[in-house]
């Protein structure tokens, strides 16, 4: 059974998000597998797809699991996914994923890149939790919560800077939030292509720190679409490997625009 690492949310390899995505033959095997394979694979998610019958409302089921847990919504792995079934020709055109998210379509350009159809994430401003500043090491100036689907904590910073320079106490940050917390500030210079910074850590599943995440800007998205008054955007996620992650707000949806590569390709042998 044929299995792919795939950096998302970037042009090159080793940067953006590595995910591990299988394309299977028939539908899913026993969850106790698919966890056992994604804590081999050992990246932030392995995605697992099947073929649907043609006629439905999607034409792949998909399904997508951290070292230790599946997860209800996942951008890098959908966009690895889709990136596999286009560059091995399994699929052609816009590519629609059931999954626990509902239906995710993944689009492809003539550039390269792909566009995700995600939902909105359901933003509430919160008082910032105690103890929450001495976690990450920064005080935060806001806090929004992001729902059930998401599970995190969006906490704006100060300034760019600060994100960049975080090193948080990852046990202690898990008291705060169902899956974790997404740190994040303005753009020190919105002329080096992005308007704001973020950086993702998601103890609560297993991912002190996450590459780049495309949930996350489910909620980054309108988030800052409310301050800087503009539907379409650029994130940098500010971790070690990087990535970008062009959004657009469309309401209750939000696009997630990046590019995808193969960097492996091997064999499962169990």
């Known amino acids: 059974m044929r299995i792919r690492i795939v950096d998302a949310f970037t042009d090159r390899p080793f940067s953006g ?3 591990g995505v299988m394309i299977l033959d028939g539908g899913f095997p026993d969850d106790d597998w698919l966890q056992n394979v994604a804590m081999e694979v050992n990246h932030a998610e392995t995605a697992f797809a099947h073929r649907l019958p043609e006629g439905g409302e999607a034409d792949w089921a998909l399904r997508w ?9 996942c951008g890098h792995a959908t966009l690895a996914t889709a990136h596999v079934l286009h560059s091995t020709g399994a699929h052609e055109g816009p590519v629609r994923f059931a999954t626990r998210s509902g239906v995710l379509v993944a689009t492809p350009a003539a550039d390269g890149s792909i566009t995700l159809d995600f939902p909105t994430a359901p933003l509430a401003p919160v008082e910032v939790p105690a103890g929450v500043a001495d976690a990450l090491g920064a005080e935060p100036v806001a806090a929004e919560d992001t729902g ?7 906490v704006e910073l100060a300034d760019e800077k600060t994100v960049r320079g975080l090193a948080p106490d990852h046990k202690a940050l898990t008291a705060y939030s169902t899956r974790g917390i997404i740190a994040t500030a303005r753009a020190e210079d919105p002329a080096q292509g992005y308007d704001f910074v973020s950086r993702c850590f998601f103890p609560n599943v297993g991912i ?6 495309g949930s996350a800007h ?24 990087g990535g970008l992650v062009r959004t657009g707000l469309r309401g209750e949806r939000t696009l997630l625009i990046g590019r995808a590569v193969t960097v492996i390709e091997g064999d499962l042998l169990v």
């Open 17 to 19: 998000n590595p995910a």
């Open 65 to 73: 699991f951290t070292p230790v847990a599946e997860v209800a919504m």
């Open 148 to 154: 059930p689907l998401v599970g995190d904590l969006v």
């Open 208 to 213: 002190d720190e996450d590459p780049v995440t």
């Open 218 to 241: 489910t909620a980054l998205a309108p988030y800052w679409s409310a301050r800087l008054g503009r539907d379409d955007l650029t994130g940098l996620q500010a971790s070690r490997r």
